[in-house]
């Protein structure tokens, strides 16, 4: 008995260090919140060079978009290196929740204004310029209410489900998420490398584009979450090549890379939604 009452202590004494091992230290929680704090830190330098900007100087708002194109890295970095260290707190939650607001909400919206309506010429009709700087005003400002509203919805939710469910086991987002639609305004911004809109009719589509991303924010349309390639999981070689040249023509061919991935995935969540929709009405149709 003493021989067992021995084992079992060394046991319970060896099992208490591993879960004190387990346990993260304090200093190790500021980690997370230090990519957070880098956010914060790209969506206030964005915000400084929109306003700073002009069609004299169009390099400020380029570099307002790669602030933002940055932010959204450090906001994937910041949750992720979160759970593989287990120091997840509510501190950090509330404190992402308030730098995606500023950074991928007013940062965005400030800029996307800036860019694509103040710059406009006034020669020619001017009740039409002035028509289309409040328009301007108005849906970059949605554009802000939008991101914070699905910012708040994803706070609340306890599982949430897409009105357009998909395959069984995969997680998706409902709703575009707020990082992506701060990065269709950056990927197009970056394309042109800054050069704002003088024109009108492209003024027009600009408009367009921004009031679709905000109420594609607020949709409860199925977008893909990509947690399937978790902390966790192996990935093959093949993945892990596929994600080498993915990054490798990124850093080749930026401009366009990432038009086409911010484009790509604002048009996958649409094409989900028509393609459910579609089957839909063929299941219900032919019974």
Known sequence: MAAEEMELGAHGEANS???TKRRPSRGMYVVPSA???GNIAAGYYAITQSVQGSVADPGYFDRAALAIGFAVLF?????RIARMTNTTSDFGKELDSLADVITFGVAPSLL????GF???P????PLMHDKLLHLGVFVCFAFLICGASRLARFNISVNPQPRNPGRPGSKYFVGMPIPAGAGVIASVIHFELGAPIVDPRLSVVWLCLILFTGFLMVSTWR??????VGAGTRLSFR???GLAILCAMVAAFHQVMLIVIALGYLVSGVVARLAYSWSWKRRHAGA
Request: charge should be neutral.
């Open 17 to 19: 260090g591993a879960s």
């Open 35 to 37: 990519f957070t704090a």
């Open 75 to 79: 906001d994937g970095l910041d949750g």
């Open 112 to 115: 996307a204004y800036i860019w």
């Open 118 to 120: 103040r710059m406009l």
């Open 122 to 125: 006034t020669i020619g009709n």
């Open 223 to 228: 977008f893909w979450s990509g947690k399937e």
């Open 239 to 241: 993945k892990v090549a």
